[in-house]
């Protein structure tokens, strides 16, 4: 059973990312709180093994909760929940280790399937936030010589696939895309990740947008 740890300072957002999730016969949501200054003894009560955390609450904000859980001895996978007002805030997320992105009102079965991922410690980038994401990461800036020496070291086969990571897919949707099994696919990224040094996803498809192998 994923144990999950809602954080939002709007009850509504939280009863509904609830009601997802708790529809899904392998997820439990265990616990819920609207301030990030509770999220670390929530997280040491409640073992959750994901935390959806706000990217902003009016109270403290996700970052300063993110850095205190990335500080725990054994932290658990945070996906920060945010809006299509994309900003600063993302660059700083990524760079403390955030498991990666959702819309507040990403697709039920989106939702279910990126919170599996996160658990088995993949790394999710919804499709529709996906190139926000990247542009506010890159603070306009492609950095495109060092993304392309990194390009220069994969297969035409795992460009392809990069390119598709960079657009938020799955691996069953790269799978799907490219007519791999989804198995051939996880090898795939698994080699990406290592040449290019991403340590999740989100940080390889930062490395496809600086190289301009995505627009």
């Known amino acids: 059973m994923i144990k999950v740890l809602l954080v939002d300072d709007e009850d509504l957002v939280r009863s509904g990312l609830r009601m997802i999730l708790s529809s899904a016969g392998d997820i439990e949501v265990v616990g819920e709180c609207d301030d990030g200054c509770l999220v670390v003894d929530r997280v040491r009560q409640l073992r959750p093994h994901v935390v959806l955390l706000d990217i902003r609450m009016r109270t403290t904000d996700g970052l300063s909760a993110l850095r205190r859980l990335r500080a725990l001895p054994d932290p658990p996978r945070v996906a920060m929940l945010t809006t299509f007002d994309i900003d600063e805030y993302v660059s700083e997320a990524l760079r403390l280790g955030a498991s990666g ?6 697709e039920p079965a989106q939702l279910v399937r ?6 088995r410690g993949g790394a999710v980038l919804d499709p529709g936030v996906a190139a926000r994401v990247l542009a506010a990461v890159a603070n306009g800036e492609r ?3 060092p ?7 994969l297969s035409e086969r795992e460009r392809e696939v990069l390119a598709l990571i960079g657009q938020g ?6 799978g799907g895309a490219l007519h791999l099994s989804e198995a051939t696919v996880k090898g795939y990224v698994s080699s990406v990740l290592g040449k290019i040094g991403a340590v999740n996803r ?9 190289g301009g192998l995505i627009a």
């Open 101 to 106: 992105f959702l819309l507040k009102d990403t």
């Open 143 to 145: 950095a495109a010589e």
């Open 114 to 119: 990126a919170v599996r991922d996160v658990a």
């Open 147 to 153: 993304a392309r020496t990194l390009l220069g070291s």
């Open 202 to 210: 989100v940080q390889a498809a930062l490395v496809a947008y600086r």
């Open 169 to 174: 897919m799955s691996n069953a949707e790269i």
